[in-house]
């Protein structure tokens, strides 16, 4: 399938609309570039200095032209009818050269794998074994349905609310989430949903979203810091990723703490900042008028921000950000990984739940595309890297013995899909057809 950059042309309307052609010219710095009218055999190609001109008849409807030359990735400028009431325009640019550092070779994809309804737009999709989950929005509903590994209908449910993903916990329960309230599901018989419980949305995203999995008789979750808020100072504000397990048979659940990923440069400026705050307060306060210390004082910087000597010190200090890291949490059968996707680093736990090994993460291909997330196959128990060239997603098979992404396979059909998930050693890939106002899942086989 052809990879396509886009261009897109906007002027504003002349008075007059003309009835002679349009001239479209320029120069692309390369001989021998092809520009065509779009699914049509019309066009020219530069000469030995990259120059070119087309005329250009059809003025009410948008055109589309393609840019194309061995060795260099095709390019669409697309002209609205706005753009074409003139008598010449000129479209100039430099070609991309191709990089072919993402093999596609062995890949068998079956197209359209399903579609939907016209006027329907695919949500999210998730896996019950080799049955497919589809959340298909509708007007103001939701439609829940359950397909077989071709892609047959086997069962439907239809809700009064409109949800936006199927989250799957780690004792795979299924979880419907609206933009206030959960919904947990399970099945019958006939493959239709049947709810069994309904839960705020705050509640998932404090509790269900932060377990990651079981492991070795416990529960393994995280605690992210996600937001800082404006007026408020926490100790661990710059800490952005804590890894916590409880043992099953505690019975009174304790904490035990696995590992932590902290923006240091963040905490050692907060830090800087927050000593300055302290150090400014004394002396522009009576003494004992307040106490700042940590443990003591309740962390709201708003009241010293209505001391105009302040406030300059407290609005650095507030602006300060720790980066969120992004590290991905991953379980083999007698150890887990932790994945620093910030500086590729791999933090390796034994059944003990006591540091293995450190490792670096490396990529056999190139790894400027990676993507920074990577799915496991739940029905093949692979792990997969996953890339983004062009807006094609691609996946690298992970191997955890040697913490490297493996070379890349074409996992995507379409560009920037709107899910990517993979199951039974499928990448399934959802886009909306915005022309037949339908939603489409392809599926292409992972070698």
């Not at 068998?108 to 309804?117: H, W």
């Not at 590994?149 to 409109?162: A, P, Q, S, V, Y």
């Not at 739940?378 to 493996?406: A, M, R």
Request: proline share 2%; aromatic share 14%.
């Amino acid at each position: 399938m052809k990879r396509f950059c886009f261009l897109f042309l906007f002027f504003l309307p002349f008075a007059a609309i003309a009835q002679t052609p349009m001239k479209i010219y320029g120069n692309l710095g390369l001989e021998n570039v092809n520009i065509s009218v779009l699914n049509t055999q019309y066009g020219t190609s530069t000469d030995a200095r990259g120059n070119y001109s087309l005329l250009l008849f059809a003025k009410d409807k948008p055109i589309n032209l393609l840019y194309s030359s061995i060795g260099y990735c095709d390019t669409v400028v697309s002209l609205i009818p706005k753009a074409l009431q003139q008598d010449s325009l000129r479209v100039s640019f430099r070609m991309r050269e191709k990089e072919y550092d993402l093999p596609e070779a062995g890949v068998v994809a079956n197209r359209d794998f399903y579609r939907t309804e016209r006027g329907r737009r695919i949500a999210d999709i998730s896996f019950d074994g080799e049955k497919i989950l589809v959340l298909e929005h509708e007007k103001r509903h939701s439609l829940l349905r359950v397909l077989d590994k071709e892609g047959e209908i086997l069962g439907e449910t239809r809700f009064d609310t409109i949800f936006e993903e199927i989250h799957t916990d780690c004792f795979g329960d299924f979880i419907l989430i609206a933009e206030n309230t959960c919904l947990q599901i399970a099945f019958d018989g006939e493959n239709k949903a049947f709810a069994v419980s309904v839960f705020p949305r705050k509640t998932y995203r404090e509790k269900l979203q932060n377990l990651l999995f079981e492991f070795n008789g416990a529960y393994v979750f995280r605690n992210t810091t996600r937001e800082k808020y404006d007026y408020y100072v926490y100790p661990d504000h710059s800490q952005s990723q804590t890894f916590f397990y409880v043992l099953k048979n505690d019975s009174n659940h304790e904490k035990k703490l696995l590992g932590k990923f902290v923006d240091v440069e963040a905490l050692l400026l907060c830090q800087s900042y927050y000593n300055e705050i302290i150090a400014a307060y004394y002396e522009a306060v009576e003494p004992m008028a307040n106490i700042i210390e940590i443990g003591m004082w309740d962390g709201d910087l708003k009241k010293l921000m209505e001391n105009p000597k302040l406030d300059r010190l407290v609005g650095w200090y507030c602006n300060v950000q720790a980066t969120e890291y992004h590290t991905a949490a991953l379980k083999f059968a007698n150890f887990m990984q932790f994945l620093d996707l910030e500086k590729y680093r791999v933090v390796e736990f034994g059944e003990d739940f006591n540091l293995k090994a450190k490792h670096e993460l490396k990529f056999l291909s190139n790894g400027k595309h990676f993507n920074g997330q990577f799915i496991t196959d739940e029905l093949t128990n692979k792990t997969y890297g996953v890339f983004v060239k062009d807006g094609i997603y691609y996946v690298g098979l992970y191997n955890p013995s040697e913490c490297t992404v493996g070379f890349t396979t074409k996992a995507s059909n379409h560009i920037y899909p709107d899910v990517f998930k993979m199951n039974g050693g499928y990448a399934y890939s959802v886009h909306f057809d915005k022309e037949r106002q339908i939603g489409i899942i392809n599926r292409i086989k992972l070698n």
